[in-house]
């Protein structure tokens, strides 16, 4: 079976894990692969691509957004005053009238960052540290708002790149997520008495976790966050273990027949991962 098919029945036929035993390791890691790529396609690249279509591209985003401004020797222009907050995180760029210092962020200690700008200095706070930064010290440069709107094809590039690493971190985070539950899936094996190796029992929880993960990215595809899913992540993980476990210990008459052929059987009735 390939590995389309087998997360299909992964998803949907328990019948079917006993017969992944037979798999080779490298068609394992293979199909985590996959399966990270599918995750990755629907939670970010499918609305990163949306994003993109639906607002023209960041050479728009930038040229209707982002106020005309022009930094040069060591000052800052900005069109007009710029202030705003989402209740987590504070604003406020004013190169005309304002003169920002450190001091004036005890006023806003209720935030989780804060960037204030004025003609001279930047002043931030961020993760529990404070910085100001003068523009002078940037040397003699002129930027402004049209260099930053040409800049914005390399936005594009840098996302790519940025996600190119993202994507293996989540495939070692998922490898390593699925060595954490297989703590879980040896207590699911004793119980059920399956008879499966730690190996084994990785290799079940590696397929274990396709619903739930394919559940995430179709959240995360239309927009929708729920609390604390990695219990509920966790949960069902363990609910397809304990079905599968409980198969494998009825014996070889619970696998599919056709191509869905179980794990080859010792003498002692257990499994052996091929």
């Known amino acids: 079976m390939n590995v389309f098919g087998e997360m299909i029945a992964a998803v949907g036929r328990i019948k079917a894990y006993p017969g992944f035993l037979r798999n080779r390791k490298g068609k394992v890691f293979g199909y985590g692969v996959l399966l990270i790529l599918v995750y990755f396609l629907l939670s970010s690249i499918i609305p990163y691509v949306g994003f993109i279509a639906s607002t023209g591209g ?5 040229r209707e957004n982002v106020p005309a401004f022009t930094l040069s020797d060591g000052k800052l222009w900005v069109e007009e005053p710029i202030s705003g907050d989402d209740g987590i995180n504070y604003i406020d760029i004013d190169t005309q009238n304002g003169d920002f210092s450190e001091a004036d962020l005890k006023e806003y200690y209720r935030y989780n ?8 200095k930047v002043v931030a706070k961020g993760n529990g540290q404070v910085m100001t930064l003068e523009w002078k010290t940037i040397g003699d440069v002129r930027f402004d708002h049209e260099a930053l709107v040409g800049f914005s ?3 594009n590039l840098a996302i790519c790149i940025l996600g190119f690493f993202w994507f293996w971190w989540d495939v070692a985070w998922f490898f390593f997520g699925v060595l954490f539950l297989s703590l879980f899936g040896q207590i699911v094996n004793s119980a059920c008495k399956s008879r499966l190796t730690f190996g084994q029992v990785y290799l079940l929880t590696l397929y274990a976790r396709t619903t739930p993960l394919l559940i995430k990215g179709i959240l995360g595809l239309i927009g929708i966050a729920v609390p604390f899913y990695f219990l509920l992540n966790a949960g069902a993980t363990i609910i397809y273990l304990i079905l599968a476990c409980r198969l ?3 014996g070889p008459e ?6 869905l052929a179980g794990p080859s059987e010792p003498e002692d009735g257990g499994y052996t991962f091929l």
């Open 248 to 250: 494998i210990a009825a």
């Open 58 to 62: 960041w050479a728009k985003i930038l």
């Open 113 to 120: 960052s804060v960037l204030l700008m004025d003609a001279d």
């Open 153 to 155: 094809p390399y936005i």
């Open 254 to 259: 619970g696998v599919e027949p056709g191509g």
